[in-house]
Every structure is written in structure tokens, then in C-alpha cells.
């Protein structure tokens, strides 16, 4: 898979993110609007928001803050070390990921699956399917695993470790 549609794919899922998080702020705001002034709150806010806005905020972005390497990380030690240390400890840290990732995405795919194939509910004053939701998880950590292996690229590449992105005002 090339690095342009790996890029793509990860903004791509960062729109789609901030969509949701625009929709869950004005869903919100609405329903507490609706709450305190009509006594009349939006029937499946809390629903909503955590099944299908929450989810979808936190696991459709992963790909997209990994490529800007903004994730934590914490290098009091490994500063100390050569370059070419760095760069071994930062591969061995994203094939770890690798690892990681693949596994939850397989998992998660598995689960997404059977909860598309029973149509998965949850308890509600009425019926709420959530399995779409379900699909958000594999395909954020899918697409993180791309991400990994296309930064243990460039890692090789540049013959260092990655360092975050900086913008325009940190720079100066």
C-alpha cells in the first residue's frame, strides 16, 4: 500500500472524527437545550453519544496522530542514547505496535462481525442497535497498523527515529 493512500485514508478517517465530534456537540447542546427549557430532553442522547459519537472520536483518528507521531511517548533515557539507538529502540517500538494493533484489529473485526450478524442491541427504552458502531474499532486499528509500518519506513528512510510534527508557531 503506498504511503499517498495511507495518508489519505488516515485524514480521511480524521474528517469523518471531527464530523462525529461536531454532531455530538450540537446533539448534546440540543438536548440540553430541549431538557431545561421545553422539559422535554432528546429521547437516545446518551445512547448516541456513547455508542456511536464517542467511539467513533477516539478510534477513527489513531492512524492520522500516529503519522504526525503525536501520540505520548516518553524519552527521558532514550535521548541520552546515539541516533542509531534511537532509530532501533523507535522500530522495535512500532513493530511492538504492530504486534498490538493487529491483534486488537482481529479481535475487534471478529466481534464486529457477530454483532452485525445478531443486529446487536443494547438495553434501552427502545430498540438502539449499536452493532454499527462496532465496525469503528477494526477499522482504526487497521488502519494504526498501516500507520506503524509506514513510519517504520520512513524510521529506515531517514535512518533515525521520528520525531512529532511541528507546526508553523512551534517552529519558531
Known amino acids: 500500500m503506498?504511503?499517498?493512500?495511507?495518508?489519505?485514508t488516515s485524514r480521511l478517517?480524521?474528517?469523518?472524527?471531527?464530523?462525529f465530534l461536531v454532531l455530538m456537540m450540537v446533539h448534546v447542546t440540543a438536548d440540553v437545550l430541549m431538557k431545561y427549557f421545553f422539559n422535554s430532553p432528546i429521547e437516545g442522547t446518551f445512547e448516541t453519544v456513547t455508542y456511536y459519537y464517542?467511539?467513533?472520536?477516539v478510534f477513527l483518528p489513531l492512524a492520522v496522530v500516529?503519522?504526525?507521531n503525536?501520540?505520548?511517548y516518553v524519552d527521558l533515557f532514550v535521548r541520552r542514547f546515539s541516533s542509531r539507538i534511537q532509530q532501533l529502540i523507535y522500530i522495535f517500538a512500532c513493530f511492538t505496535g504492530i504486534?498490538?494493533?493487529?491483534?486488537?484489529?482481529?479481535?475487534?473485526?471478529?466481534?464486529?462481525?457477530?454483532?452485525?450478524?445478531?443486529?446487536?442491541?443494547?438495553?434501552?427504552n427502545y430498540l438502539f442497535y449499536v452493532w454499527p458502531s462496532r465496525w469503528a474499532l477494526p477499522i482504526g486499528m487497521g488502519c494504526m497498523v498501516l500507520a506503524l509500518a509506514l513510519n517504520i519506513g520512513r524510521a529506515f528512510q531517514t535512518g533515525k527515529a521520528l520525531e512529532p510534527q511541528k507546526d508553523e508557531e512551534q517552529a519558531q
Open 13 to 19: 478517517f480524521m474528517f469523518i472524527s471531527s464530523i
Open 99 to 124: 504486534v498490538y494493533f493487529s491483534i486488537m484489529s482481529y479481535q475487534t473485526f471478529l466481534d464486529a462481525l457477530k454483532a452485525t450478524a445478531e443486529r446487536e442491541t443494547v438495553m434501552s
Open 66 to 68: 500516529e503519522l504526525r
Open 2 to 8: 503506498s504511503a499517498k493512500l495511507i495518508t489519505f
Open 54 to 57: 464517542m467511539i467513533s472520536i
Open 70 to 72: 503525536e501520540h505520548i
